[in-house]
């Protein structure tokens, strides 16, 4: 099969590039497009690797928006093939990041190619963000470089993120948010004692269960339109020493919200201290904000992809604003429409992960629909 968007895939998923490794993958993609006139800035932070392709100076700014690290393969031994060594399986990919995201990536760089080929002066300008640590902490990487572009007042007015959206065909799903992510470390203290003596102890497994049913129970909102009701789920709960005859002196809970626009982190935080404190607890809250939620409910952007979607697959694509975090979270605020459309989501993070070579050949197409609607 002579495909320039395959032979790029298959560069770059033999490009080992596990957080926060890049393998060499930004250099690859940088002189690349220097040939169409992309300019490249290497916005490296600690170990991270961050690079901003740009061509042209002029308003409005269009950017495709990805990540080229990947997650750990997992064990070797479960992969057909290694997960570094891209294998072609009955018009089948296979490989670590095949899908999650340089799939993307590849089908962003040769859409580039043939948009530029046909319309090499468009009504605006054209950016590449990249990043290596979108899969990791996510604190040297496009939240670092959005600080950069604001300082020197480079606006971003459209971005496509190539992430993984689809569900069971390419275009059947465009994301067009997703929900805030807020985490929760409790410590509830009571006092270590003999469980034959538990008039001389706190047990504070007992005086959490109460509470922990209140917070599970307890309606956050209940949605809107475009999200789902906000829902609290603990993640961990450990107490005790191991031992069967001693009362613990302490418990930690673990525990994440996802939320929509209908709350703010700082609703969610008195809403639980309130609860946790009708108990009577003797507790410290350490709590961490992973991503503010964000949507995109109309505009230019939506309307240039519901129609590339309709030009080169035929329907119409859903709506939706489910998954986890992404890197959109950090574009959002600075004003820019965002939406995410992307390979089939159904093989990210397993073992042989893989996507099939027609559906990189049709996101291509329809990255490249979408450049023409809104550049052309």
Known sequence: MNSPTLDLLIDLVNRPSVTPDDGGCQALLAERLASLGFNAEHLNFHDTKNLWLRRGDVAPLFVFLGHTDVVPPGPLE???SPPFQAEIRDGVLYGRGAADMKGGIAAFVT?????????????GSIALLLTSDEEGAATHGVVKVVEVLQQRQENIDWCLIGE???????GDTLRVGRRGSLNAKLTVTGVQGHVAYPELADNPIHAFAPALQ???????DQGNDFFPA???QVSNINAGTGAENIIPGQLTALFNLRFSTELSAERIKTRAAAILDRFGLHYTIEWRLSGQPFLTAGGELISAAQQAVEQVCGFTANRDTGGGTSDGRFIAPTGAQVIEL???????HKVNEHIPLS??????????????????
Not at 214 to 220: F, G, I, N, T, V
Not at 343 to 348: E, K, R, V
């Open 78 to 80: 479960a992969w057909r």
């Open 111 to 123: 859409a580039l190619e043939r948009f530029l080929q046909d319309c090499p002066r468009p009504r």
């Open 164 to 170: 993984p959206s689809c569900a069971e065909k390419i």
């Open 214 to 220: 209140a917070l599970c129970a307890e309606e956050w």
């Open 230 to 232: 906000t829902r609290l």
């Open 342 to 348: 992307g390979p089939l989501n159904a093989s990210i």
């Open 359 to 376: 559906d990189l050949e049709r996101l291509s197409a329809v990255y490249q629909r979408i450049l023409v609607n809104l550049l052309g």
